[in-house]
């Protein structure tokens, strides 16, 4: 596969989409309109764990401007369950609507479609459901009790898996450790909340028995054959459209709904769109996976690191479509960025009164970072050490890259400690030290928090294998198409829709290159159509996956073209292909310009003066190509395996301020410094880099799902669920590393999760470092300022505790030093070979 020449490749390229989208031409789904369109709304239940003894919905079938009603029983008879992708051993049924129970408050019931929204929701309030309420589990460990209110009572548990793993002499290794630092951290609810809501439009064919679809979900591949077989129909006879996604971040994945706008369409003889609203959003399309996570870290009294042991139980709601992913992601950045010899991982898969977990920014991974990063600068505390000198003790190096981790993620690049001593410099981190300490002696509050991580990228699905005991869909993968149109124009498709991502751009950017045009003589294909799109079962935008496979597609689909043209060409100078070039529109022999045929003209060759083709060439310039990344591989006899294929890295600076008076958390300054391999486009690269480190400053110190006891969500609205805004976010100041991959076509790796990773815990490390002085522990997100207000005043002297077997008892043999940590000037360690900082 040919490199890209590198003339658009790695330049700051304005984004092509932004002239539509900002000037309000975008098409999202809320702009499509169907001839005669009807418009659904959902009957939701007010329950969180219910039994349903009657529905009637006569009377809203009758209303005015009703064209079809369905309940869970009619969704049932005319639908099969819906299909997971993670089937686990206790299947149980699923179906687009409550059948005869309802598992969390919003799951919908029953569904309306009328002439218009505010009919349909109309016509909700003449439905007649009498409800058996039924108790409610809302708390994950008490939802493992053999006593617990049970979800699915054909399972006989909460539990939907429950595994362990151990890589390396864990047991041993703790045996010989100075120390074990013994912690219990919890996570909560939070979603990252795109500014377009999920929904979908189905429309029916009797005549053909097909249907068609518009939607904004990220995972055409998976979705479409989910429909197929709910639907009882050939993928053949299933038309999927994605058209522009106004952000996406995991959260739009649920064909439920799409599901039901096609049984509706089908009844009533009509196309059905229905749009979710904020509250919906909120309540019932899905949260990232809340949780408890033990971690046991033996230690060198030096600081060296020699096992880790984690118990994780992931809270996953009513969630049978991807139950276990929170945690079998995990495996791929349990480690982070140290040399960690020996890891046990304990994984609970437990069923609530929930609304359905899913993916988001991140998926389980900022969780994973948040505990092993808490653990470093606790076990730094009682050390004595600069919580960056343990850091960079415990580094895998760059000497010592590709690097495999215990359970088996391969680390391909990347120089971790010039990482961190680039983002200290960045910092100015002695100065904020020896700040720190003269705001103390003022009696302000000022902490500051470091936190590194491995961002990994595209996911193998193979891993699913250790769920579920075999291989189904496995691997990472996407396809592309690449044309010259007759007119010397060029086209490009993906199967991977962009949610925001700027892959018009980037996409135009490659095929630019290899075609030797401009990125404003590529145009590149909107969204995603099944009909018209090179697609896979695994396409679709999730998984941080772009640099991974999708790039690869693009790249070998122009390759595959390039390679026509200068046959073509070839043939018509009469001249070795070998000693052409395309540039600057044309095919020119290489020293002799004035010697070309412009690309205009070879593609009149190819598809009208056929006869003028070399021997044995087809027709037209058009190639596929599907890339699959080769780090790719299945479970191996160890229960070892990559779970993810790529990885970035990143370290986060924070300083904070606390206000005595209120609790008041104000972030004084950040600084990011990744490494993402090459940069395809410095501009979109710098902007997910702040976006989604905003993400992670939000998870931090604002954004929680809260439940009450009974399964009630507290936190529906944007009055109540708050989100990070401009005045809560100071200037992220951002520097970069280059360490091209090995493994991917032009050296980029992911870099759309990055501050998301690891920001929880730069923001939660700084906020501890600016109350040392007063024994807290910071064990818990987000950190409010009425928490904080009631450490100051010795409330909660200890952090927030979660019950549970660790929560009251020390944190581990050995003092936990309750001072503020190092002040002044830090020495750090010499680079060793191969930690030289500079870009690679």
Not at 562 to 580: G, M, Q, S, T, V
Request: with cysteine; net charge negative; hydrophobic share 40%.
């Amino acid at each position: 596969m040919s490199e890209s020449s590198g003339r658009w490749v790695g330049a700051a390229v304005p984004l092509k989409e932004d002239a539509r989208l900002v000037a309000g031409r975008g098409r999202f789904l809320d702009d499509i309109d169907r001839g005669r369109l009807l418009h659904a709304a959902m009957l939701r239940s007010p329950h969180a764990h219910t039994r349903i003894v009657r529905l009637d919905a006569s009377a809203a079938a009758a209303g005015p401007g009703v064209h079809a009603v369905l309940t869970g029983a009619e969704a049932a008879q005319r639908s099969g369950p819906i299909r997971p992708l993670i089937p686990t051993t206790a299947a149980v049924p699923d179906h687009c609507l409550a059948v005869d129970r309802v598992r969390y408050v919003g799951e919908p019931v029953a569904a309306v479609a009328a002439v218009d929204r505010a009919t349909a929701e109309d016509a909700l309030e003449r439905i007649v459901v009498e409800y058996e309420p039924l108790p409610a589990v809302v708390d994950p460990e008490a939802a493992m009790r053999p006593d617990a209110p049970l979800l699915y009572p054909a399972l006989g548990t909460n539990v939907l898996w429950h595994d362990a793993f151990t890589y390396g002499d864990v047991d041993g290794a703790m045996a010989r450790a100075d120390g074990i630092l013994k912690e219990r951290f919890v996570i909560q609810r939070y979603a990252s909340t795109p500014l377009e809501t999920f929904g979908a439009i189905a429309e029916y064919d009797p005549g053909l028995d097909a249907y068609e679809f518009w939607t904004n979900d990220q995972r055409p591949g998976l979705t479409i054959s989910i429909l197929a077989a709910s639907l009882g129909v050939p993928q053949s006879r299933l038309r999927l459209h994605c058209p522009d996604i106004g952000g996406a971040f995991g959260n739009k994945r649920r064909p439920a709904y799409l599901l039901v706008c096609a049984l509706l369409a089908r009844s009533a003889g009509r196309p059905v769109k229905w749009v979710e609203d904020r509250i919906e959003n909120l309540t019932a399309l899905m949260h990232a996976c809340n949780g408890i996570m033990e971690v046991e870290l033996g230690y060198r009294a030096d600081g060296t690191l020699l096992a880790l042991s984690v118990r994780d139980v992931a809270d996953e709601g009513k969630n049978l479509l991807t139950p276990t992913q929170h945690n079998l992601i995990k495996l791929g950045n349990i480690a982070n960025g140290y040399r960690i010899p020996a890891v046990r991982y304990e994984a609970w898969s437990v069923l609530t009164n929930k609304c359905p977990s899913g993916a988001n920014r991140g998926i389980g991974k900022p969780f994973m970072c948040f505990a092993i990063e808490r653990a470093m600068s606790l076990l730094a505390r009682r050390l004595g050490l600069d919580p960056a000198e343990l850091r960079l003790r415990n580094y895998v190096t760059g000497a010592e890259m590709p690097y495999t981790t215990p359970p088996g993620a391969e680390y391909d690049s990347g120089d971790y400690p010039a990482t961190l001593r680039r983002a200290l410099e960045r910092f100015d981190y002695a100065g904020r030290r020896a700040e720190q300490a003269r705001a103390r002696a003022q009696g302000r509050l000022l902490g500051i928090g470091i936190a590194t991580s491995v961002e990994p990228a595209g996911t193998t699905l193979a891993s699913y294998e250790l769920v579920t005991g075999r291989r189904a869909a496995s691997g990472s993968a996407e396809a592309a198409m690449v044309r010259v149109e007759p007119d010397g124009q060029v086209r490009a498709s993906l199967g991977d829709p962009s949610s925001g991502q700027g892959y018009e751009t980037v996409v135009a950017q490659i095929v630019a290159d290899v075609l030797g045009v401009t990125p404003a003589a590529v145009s590149v294909a909107r969204g995603f159509d099944s009909a018209t799109t090179p697609w896979l079962y695994l396409s679709g935008n999730y998984s941080n996956k772009f640099s991974v496979t999708d790039v690869g597609a693009v790249l070998g689909a122009a390759t595959r073209v390039r390679d026509k043209l200068l046959r073509i060409a070839a043939h018509r100078l009469e001249i070795d292909a070998a000693d052409l070039e395309l540039r600057d529109g044309a095919a020119m022999v290489r020293g002799a310009p004035d010697r070309r045929l412009p690309l205009a003209e070879l593609a009149r060759t190819a598809y009208a003066d056929v006869l003028g083709l070399p021997p044995g060439e087809d027709p037209g310039l058009e190639a596929h190509h599907v890339h699959q990344n080769p780090l790719a591989r299945p479970v191996d006899a160890d229960r070892r395996v990559r779970s993810q294929l790529v990885f970035a890295n990143a370290a986060h600076c924070c300083l904070v301020e606390i206000d005595p008076r209120t609790g008041q958390i104000a972030l004084r300054k950040y600084v990011v410094v990744h490494d993402c391999g090459r940069e395809l486009n410095p501009l979109i690269v710098e902007g997910m880099v702040h976006g989604s480190t905003v993400h992670g400053i939000g998870a931090a110190l604002l954004e929680e799902f809260r439940y009450d006891e009974t399964g009630q969500l507290l936190t529906s609205t944007f009055m109540d669920y708050l989100k990070p805004t401009a005045v809560d976010v100071p200037a992220i100041e951002v520097d970069r590393l280059e360490h091209p991959s090995p493994v991917t076509p032009l050296g980029a790796k992911g870099v759309g999760e990055g501050g998301a990773i690891p920001g929880p815990a730069a923001v939660a490390n700084a906020v501890e470092d600016a109350l040392a002085h007063l024994g807290v522990v910071v064990r818990s997100l987000p950190i409010t300022p009425e928490q904080v207000w009631r450490w100051l005043r010795g409330e909660l002297a200890s952090g927030p505790l979660a019950s549970g077997p660790l929560a009251s008892g020390p944190l581990a043999s050995g003092p936990l030093t309750s001072g503020p940590l190092t002040s002044g000037p830090l020495t750090l360690p010499s680079p060793q070979r191969g930690e030289g900082g500079g870009r690679g």
